[in-house]
């Protein structure tokens, strides 16, 4: 049968509009992972790139394989009933964790690059998120569609940019020093294992109501391409900064210093980045909450959006500096598991 690349191209952009979060699109999240380390930094993104385009393709594949409902059914056939509840509690605490990341990172962006309260960002967030909630998955793929291809455009137009500059070569090749060096070792492992890990929230639904294993499977392929061409050009871009880690949103920084005339254009884009991976959290979240409460989704939804803004109160860097890395660690455990299962059986067509 014919591959539905129609539907291919979907489920890249949920793909890329769910691990391009509030980290990934402002640059924090990259600097803590990768651009920090410099040249070493490069490395773990080629190999990061690697396992987004194989795990990411065969996470969604298997989802499908076995009719998965939820992540929660996922996990099971990874990790057996027992310990794969103990793992769905977890990731349960994560994406609410992460939910949280992300409307602080909402709320950094009116705050740092629109001059507004950071409160009037989050809550202006979290009512946009609830509107697309109760348009349903549709509205999951509307947004990204219109969102990924512009971050992939601005990605590149930053990466122009920054390669004109005289040094590039030497920053590009360059390792600064890191007490905890160490750390770009296992930063490619951590980092796929914390984004597929959360991502599956999103992934695991959206590949088994596609029910097209070719379909699925490209999706995947064609969406880790798109994730590894924004860390690369994206690194390449941030390494240019002088004092890369002081900086909340430090992508709008640099596009500020080179084009000030698509500076408001890209603040949008980064927002709307935030704003995929909100939704694509609090979509997952409240599948997995609908199964143990029995009261309607957007009340659920709510209570989510209650818990998550006490987080967001917490400052962004802060947040992101100290949860991510430790879900990272917590997450390598299913990217294991992933990789070593067998793919078995074939979605229906």
């Known amino acids: 049968m014919k591959t539905n690349w129609r539907a291919a191209f979907q489920i890249a952009a949920v793909y890329v509009g769910t691990v391009v979060g509030a980290g990934f ?7 803590e992972f990768f651009s920090r380390f410099g040249f070493f930094g490069l490395i773990g993104i080629l190999l990061a790139g690697y396992l987004f385009i194989y795990l990411g393709s065969k996470l969604m594949r ?46 950094a962006v009116f705050e740092e690059q629109l001059g507004l309260d950071k409160t009037t960002g989050v809550l202006f967030t979290i009512g946009l998120s609830i509107i697309v909630m109760i348009i349903g998955i549709k509205g999951l793929f509307m947004v990204n569609i219109i969102v990924v291809p512009m971050m992939i455009l601005f ?11 005289p040094y590039f070569m030497d920053q590009l090749l360059y390792i600064p020093y890191a007490e905890d060096g ?33 379909a699925v499977k490209w999706g995947g392929i064609i969406g880790g391409v798109a994730l590894t061409i924004i ?3 994206s690194h390449m871009t941030l390494i ?26 890209f603040v949008l884009v980064i927002y709307g980045e935030i704003f995929t ?14 199964k143990y409460l029995k009261i309607p989704s957007l009340m659920i939804v709510s209570f989510i959006f209650i818990f998550t803004y006490f987080i967001s109160l917490i400052g962004y860097g802060t947040l992101l500096s100290y949860l991510y890395p430790l879900f990272g660690y917590i997450s390598l455990a299913f990217v294991i598991l992933l990789w070593m299962k067998p793919l078995h059986g074939r979605a229906k067509t």
Do not use: C
């Open 62 to 107: 298997m989802a499908a394989s076995i009719n998965a409902r939820s992540y929660q059914e996922l996990n099971e056939h990874l990790f057996g009933k027992t310990f794969g509840n103990v793992i769905n509690f977890l990731l349960l605490f994560m994406l609410l964790g992460v939910s949280g990341v992300m409307l602080s990172g909402a709320g």
């Open 182 to 214: 160490w750390k770009s070792v296992v930063a490619p492992f951590t980092y796929t294992a914390f984004n597929l890990a959360l991502s599956q929230a999103v992934l695991v639904p959206v590949a088994s109501e596609i029910k097209d294993d070719a």
């Open 155 to 165: 990605s590149l137009i930053l990466f122009y940019y920054s390669v004109q500059l």
């Open 240 to 265: 240019m900064l002088p004092g890369l880690e002081s900086y909340q949103i430090p992508m709008a920084t640099i596009m500020k210093g080179f084009s000030t005339g698509i500076y408001g254009i």
């Open 25 to 31: 699109a402002t640059g924090k999240e990259i600097v």
């Open 277 to 290: 991976s909100i939704i694509g959290n609090i979509f997952g979240l409240e599948r997995q909450l609908n």
């Open 231 to 233: 860390l690369l050009s």
